[in-house]
């Protein structure tokens, strides 16, 4: 906790000192943290996604980031909208006890990411993005610079999880492109994957409530499929993970080899504590999911 305090202290002496066109700090005390509480042990794995709107979106972002991330102390994140290899490898640095990968395709500007802690989890080679071959068909549904983006690793609980990582096409007339996403997705699990403890999170950028839903293959799956966030999305909007919309679109979707360990999954409403939350930091909430050991 004591790192959180000289952080934001720095905030208040740097800004302080600042001319008229210094932009304003979020607010600067680190007890309103406190006040958005999560709760994680090293008995779970803690494993959160978070939508990190065009990391970094101001020279503020980064030490914010770093506080968020050192006040939860959850074990995995899976980062979307990462804009500077060199700005998330910095974070890296300072994040002591972590470990991160970043995707490199075609220079993008909106990079998915891994960051770990290394306590607790370990992670069995380098992260691989899927269906990188290009195609029409997977360019269509992924297009070139976000494919899937599969990490693998143990949690000193005994849980071996593939979690996979992905940001799919937005808006309205995109969701043909979100379907065949979906399509390819549960294909590799089913071919790939088809006995391991499965997590697909990430910016789902789709409602998974709606008539005709993009993610049907995976609701129609039931036995070997479940979306831990559809209660939060049939849930009050107050509650969602986009709420400038409002709507829920960061999604965890979990195998049936996972279905008894999941302990809890929810939606952490950060921007409750910190004022200037969404205009500093994202415009997404983090999103986790908590999973006890394999008995």
Not at 266 to 295: G, M, T
Request: charged letters at 20%; aromatic letters at 10%; one cysteine or more.
């Amino acid at each position: 906790m004591q790192k959180k305090y000289w952080l934001f202290l720095v905030f208040v002496i740097l800004y302080s000192c600042g001319g008229s066109d210094t932009p304003t700090p979020p607010d600067p005390d680190p007890e309103t943290l406190d006040d958005c509480p999560v709760t994680v042990s090293d008995r779970t794995l803690d494993v959160v996604t978070w939508n990190v709107e065009n990391f970094p979106q101001s020279t503020l972002t980064p030490e914010l980031v770093e506080t968020i991330i050192e006040t939860y102390n959850v074990d995995v994140i899976a980062l979307q909208e990462i804009t500077s290899t060199n700005e998330f490898n910095a974070l890296v640095d300072r994040l002591q006890g972590w470990q991160g990968f970043a995707t490199q395709v075609n220079n993008s500007n909106l990079m998915l990411g891994y960051l770990y802690k290394t306590s607790e989890v370990t992670v069995f080679g380098t992260p691989i993005n899927l269906y990188q071959e290009a195609t029409t068909e997977n360019n269509d549904a992924f297009t070139a610079f976000r494919r899937p983006y599969l990490m693998q690793l143990t949690h000193t609980n005994g849980l071996s999880v593939s979690l996979i990582n992905i940001h799919l096409k937005c808006c309205n007339g995109s969701e043909d492109r979100r379907r065949s996403a979906s399509e390819l997705i549960k294909s590799y699990i089913d071919t790939n994957l088809p006995n391991d403890e499965v997590v697909v999170l990430g910016d789902f950028n789709d409602e998974i409530v709606d008539t005709d839903n993009v993610f049907q293959n995976f609701i129609d799956d039931a036995q070997n499929f479940r979306f831990s966030t559809l209660s939060i999305a049939q849930g009050p909007s107050s509650e969602w993970s986009f709420p400038s919309f409002p709507s829920h679109i960061d999604q965890v979707l979990i195998s049936n080899e996972l279905f008894d360990n999941e302990l809890s999954t929810e939606v952490i409403k950060i921007d409750n504590c910190f004022s200037n939350y969404l205009s500093r930091v994202s415009d997404h909430r983090p999103v986790l999911i908590r999973f006890n050991p394999d008995n």
